[in-house]
T-cell receptor
Framework: NAGVTQTPKFRVLKTGQSMTLLCAQDMNHEYMYWYRQDPGMGLRLIHYSVGEGTTAKGEVPDGYNVSRLKKQNFLLGLESAAPSQTSVYFC????????????FGPGTRLTVT | SQQGEEDPQALSIQEGENATMNCSYKTSINNLQWYRQNSGRGLVHLILIRSNEREKHSGRLRVTLDTSKKSSSLLITASRAADTASYFCATLAGAQKLVFGQGTRLTINP
């Protein structure tokens, strides 16, 4: 089992470009999350999903959109990238409630110039 | 805003010594979790302690929770070079969000 995978691993965008980050999990978990990690800031929740077809905003949702069309996939979109979105993005999942342990992907390092 | 705050921000010890990291939080919790992150990798869950538990062990890890002081500590005994990583505590804020602290960077010197 691959667990949680993220594609791509690295990406450089120019300001204003768009892109989609893909998260896939083969653990059959209900809950999925997108975080960003910045130096000195810890992890901050962007959006999350409690099941297929549902999404909700986290702590820092502005500038991002998400979709959960299939249970195993959670997509994070940047419609018009800004330098402030330069960060490392992590996807995670948990079996049921958010209080359960979360399993993380390896991360996507995004640079916006 | 961060719910959990780790202390110290950085810790450097000799191999074989014990490492202690602390986490303080602000509001009532359902549980508190500790995660490890090796450089350039994703977070790995270490241990979960529920609000009605005071201490929990897992191998060389010992976690304590003091809900009256809103604090937790993670002790790693007999440290090894492979323990070099950042350690994060995470607590529930509201019903649906797990909030992570800024982490403690632990370096184990040979």
């Amino acid at each position: 089992n691959a667990g949680v995978t993220q594609t791509p691993k690295f990406r450089v965008l120019k300001t204003g470009q768009s892109m989609t980050l893909l998260c896939a999990q083969d653990m059959n978990h209900e809950y999925m999350y997108w975080y960003r990690q910045d130096p000195g800031m810890g992890l901050r929740l962007i959006h999350y999903s409690v099941g297929e077809g549902t999404t909700a905003k986290g702590e820092v949702p502005d500038g991002y959109n998400v979709s959960r069309l299939k249970k195993q996939n959670f997509l994070l979109g940047l419609e018009s990238a800004a330098p402030s979105q330069t960060s490392v993005y992590f996807c995670a999942c948990s079996i049921r409630q958010v209080s359960y342990e979360q399993y993380f992907g390896p991360g996507t390092r995004l640079t916006v110039t | 805003s961060q719910q959990g705050e780790e202390d110290p921000q950085a810790l450097s010890i000799q191999e074989g010594e014990n490492a202690t990291m602390n986490c303080s939080y602000k509001t009532s919790i359902n549980n508190l979790q500790w995660y490890r992150q090796n450089s350039g990798r994703g977070l790995v869950h270490l241990i979960l302690i529920r609000s009605n538990e005071r201490e929990k062990h897992s191998g060389r890890l010992r976690v304590t929770l003091d809900t009256s002081k809103k604090s937790s500590s993670l002790l790693i005994t007999a440290s090894r070079a492979a323990d070099t990583a950042s350690y994060f505590c995470a607590t529930l804020a509201g019903a649906q969000k797990l909030v992570f602290g800024q982490g403690t960077r632990l370096t184990i010197n040979p």
